[in-house]
């Protein structure tokens, strides 16, 4: 406990030491943290027992968040690979009002189908990533095809090159985003993916947002070596929805900010099935993913998906089942990586797109101060993911 008190009075003294902003400054702390030292003594993990009222750290900020139970019925929750929401646990902070922590609400199994989507159909041509910057439509029309094998027996051969799934950093689905831009457009759209919709409405309805619509996604793909620069995400046109963050495989570390950047950031762990909302104040706030934690040593995988998906799905289920050798291609890959999911809605009912002015009234535009998903041995340096919208 000793410790723990002093990692917390360190990280908070380092804050306020002159210089950078407060936010740079734990960044760069936790960027550099040790797993399994009191460094990460300050970080809140809401999936602890004691969480909402114990002594760990962070615990007089975390309190008690309502969830809208009668908004979703136990079949659609089950349909989405969703527990009941009466047994969710929900929380939040002091200080962010919106902000709402979700640890792992997945029926056990379940998270099997959203890894293999992210990898092996969301990743597919119509949608956008970033490896299409660099290589030709036919080169990236099924990277889990061209992958698979290499993830399968990464054991026999660790010296290999990356697959292109362990080079993918982004995907967008939906409306797709304009990196240079920051805009989303009319003309720039494919089908968001049904099953990913619904998952998103039923967990934005137990939130109290009915009648949320999926419009587009970002999804992140992270090694163990990634980092996610600070950032807002603004450049929806309708900011009174939420932002829905899905996460799955290694752990993270996720630093909550204020509207600028010299507000020092509260740091929480990010674990496999967790989900955050942001929305209300918290919908426009700094934050960043300034480190990705490797399992404790002996463990490959969180617990959580050690679990198969069911044999037997409910008749109308959105989750489709997982065969034995698409999970092995998945566990591989996790191993060494996490993936995340963000939904958002981009227009108000009735809202639509405004006309772009024309080309000699268009200002130059500009990609500094762009997020950045950074690795150290990517062979697509600085892939950009989330710039400041």
Known sequence: MGKMAAAVGSVAALATEPGEDAFRKLFRFYRQSRPGTADLGGVIDFSAAHAAHGPGPGAHKVVRSQLCVSSVSDHDAHRAGLQPVSKWRAYGLEGYPGFIFIPNPFLPGYQWHWVKQCLKLYSQKPNVCNLDKHMTKEETQDLWEQSKEFLRYQEVNKRRPRSLLEKLRWVTLGYHYNWDSKKYSADHYTPFPSDLAFLSEQVAAACGFQGFRAEAGILNYYRLDSTLGIHVDKSELD?????????????????????????????????????????????????????????????????????????????????????????KVCASYLETARVNMTVRQVLATDQDFPLEPTEENKKDTTTEGCCRLDDKNSQVKRARLHPDR
């Open 239 to 327: 900011h009174s929805k939420p932002l829905l963050s899905f996460s799955f495989g290694q752990s993270a570390i996720f630093l909550l900010g204020g509207l600028k950047r010299d507000e020092a950031p509260t740091a929480m762990f990010m674990h496999s099935g967790d989900i955050m909302v942001m929305s209300g104040f918290s919908r426009l706030l700094n934050h960043a993913v300034p480190k990705v934690l490797p399992s404790p040593k002996g463990k490959s995988l969180p617990c959580c998906l050690e679990t198969p998906l069911p044999a037997v799905l409910p008749r109308d289920s959105v989750v489709e089942s997982c065969s034995v050798e698409d999970w």
